[in-house]
Structures are given as C-alpha cells and as structure tokens.
C-alpha cells in the first residue's frame, strides 16, 4: 500500500502489511547474522517444536512519532528482559538485550514510512516473536529457534479509542494455572483466555476479567491487558503471580507516585470492586483503556464503576502524561524512550 493512502487517524489494531521484516536464527548453540526479509512468510517444518508443544513466545511494544519529529521506542529494554524471563519459563533460547534492541531499531528504521505522523494517535507497533523450529515428536526443547520481529502501523485497541468500555467476569475459565505461564508472554496464555474473551465480546463487553485461577477471589488481569483501579485517590494494581507483570502498568504506577498518588500492588477481592471509583485496563496495546462497568457472572452482580460512563480524571490524567512521554510532549524524566536517529 502506498502510505500516502493509509488513513492514519482511522487506523485499528490489525496487522498491515509493511515493507520489511527481520529475522535471527539460533543454530549449534549461536544466534546467526540478522537477515532483512520482505517475505511475510515462515516456512516450517511440520514436526517444529512450536506447532507441537506450544515453544512460542512473543512482546509488543510502540514507537511514536513525537511533537518535535523524533521517534521514540518505548522502554524496548524491558520488553527485552521479559522476553528472555519468558523464554527461559519454557525451555527456549533467550535472546540476548543487544541482539533484541538492534533487530527492534532495525526493523523501525526499514519501515519508517509506516510510522504514524505525530498527532493522529496512532504508532508503530513492533510484534516481536521466537518459535522453536527443530522438528521434535518426543517432548523436548529444541535447539533451534527462529526470532522474527515484524512491524506494523496501529490505532487504538478498543474502538472508540480513550472512551469507557464493559468488561464481564467468567469464572468457567482461568487463562492461567496458579504456578503456570500466566507470568510469562507465551501464546498458550491467549489460546486459553480465547472462549472468555468470545463470550464477553458476544455479550457486548470488551473484554474478559480473569480471577485468580487458585481461590477465584481475587482480580487478576484482562485477556490482553493489566488492571488497575482508583479507590479515594489511590492506585491499586492486583499483586499475583499468574498475571503478565506489564510494563504500562509499571510505567503508570511511577507516572501515578509522580503525580503524588500513593500505589498500592495487593492481592484485590472481586467485591473491593464496590468501592472503586475508576477502574482500567492497561496495555501496551491497550494503553490506558477506563471500564465503565464489570459484570461478574458468578454473583451476577454488576459494578458500576463510571456512574456518568466517562473516564475518570486519575485515569485521564495517567493516560495523558504517559502519552505526553511518548510523544515527546514532556520531558522523559525516567528515560523510558529510546530515539531513533536518523528517520
Ligand atoms: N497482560 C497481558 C495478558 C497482555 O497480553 C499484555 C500485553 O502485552 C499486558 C498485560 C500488558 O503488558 P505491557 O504493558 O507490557 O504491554
Ligand atoms: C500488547 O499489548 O502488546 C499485547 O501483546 C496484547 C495483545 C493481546 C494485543
């Protein structure tokens, strides 16, 4: 597509087609030269641990045109460390900051023309992925792992952008298991969570609300997103250990101390929901998504979280400053945003 077709104020989160993508092989114990591919293919072979026993893992993160015409990737070291954390959870050859942060740059730098202009709300997304590709039909590790990193121009994840959403609570589904790879960015996670999310979506919700998959007491996070919620001026998050530890979440947490809030990261009974005034849903795709009400299924009572069904003003104000950092609007006082030079 030529991009001055593309409607970048009107994009949604979807994969488009860009120019180029990046690869890295890991082959007799070394990850291999970066290769620039504009194939949007895999080729596999059937028996490939990935197909089989689930060796897949996989990050998102955004780069922004800012205000002053820089791009700004959003804190790829830490997206770097989760995905190692992630590959060693399943046996898969972590790889290494360097190599992830290079590919990452590279992968920006050859689609440059996909960036959004600043001012449209949309950004590039980076969808970095590692699969285990030796053929394996025991249950095994493999040795051979193929790390791609594909790029693609995205609008908000929740249509209608920053406006409140509903979200449901089904507890015939867990999206993790207590001591399983809830913490981990594997693609089983999303598989599991995928009836949930069917079943909220059929119901007019956008999105399912896990519990805690031991006790089912406790909140734990949507199917794509963290959850967090304001309660007399103070941010709490679900502390547990079978949810992404999300690096938006992070982010806002600081932004919120930074505002002079005080952060509370706890174990969060369903009922507490009650006596919240601001709920969201956080995520690098998500951002900063305010839920106006949450139906619980199991009680079947509904929290009515945003009586007037408009954001809340923490939850504008966390989301806008953490966009303002993005977009080069305010000073990057944590150094989060890594520029790319050059483009
Ligand atoms: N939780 C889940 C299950 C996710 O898929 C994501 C998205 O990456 C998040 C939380 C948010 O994490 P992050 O803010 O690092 O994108
Ligand atoms: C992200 O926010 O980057 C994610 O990976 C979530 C995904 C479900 C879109």
Known sequence: MANETIDWSNLSFSYMKTDYNVRCTFRDGKWGEIEVCSDENVTLHMAASCLHYGQEIFEGLKAFRGKDGKVRLFRVDENAKRMQNSANGIMMEPIPVE???????KV???NARFIPPYGTGSSLYLRPLEIGIEPRVGVNPATEYLFIIFATPVGPYFKGGFQTTDVAIYR?????????????KVGGNYACGMRA??????????AALFLDPKEKKYLD???????FCIKDGVYVTPKSGSILPSITNMSLQ??????GMEVQCRPVPVEELAEVQEAAECGTAAVCSPIGKIYDDGTDITYNIAKDGKPGPWTTKLYNRLRAIQLGEVEDTHNWCTIIEGI
Do not use: H
């Not at 190599?99 to 740059?105: I, N, T």
């Not at 015939?172 to 981990?184: K, M, N, S, V, Y």
């Not at 600081?254 to 505002?259: E, H, S, T, V």
């Open 108 to 110: 920006i730098e050859l």
């Open 221 to 227: 996070e949507c199917g794509p997103a963290n959850f």
């Open 197 to 206: 999310t069917a079943k909220a979506k059929a119901n007019g919700y956008s």
């Open 172 to 184: 015939e589904f867990d999206r993790a298991a207590p001591l399983g790879t809830g913490r981990l």
């Open 99 to 105: 190599l992830f942060e290079q590919m990452c740059k």
């Open 254 to 259: 600081q932004i919120a101390r930074d505002l």
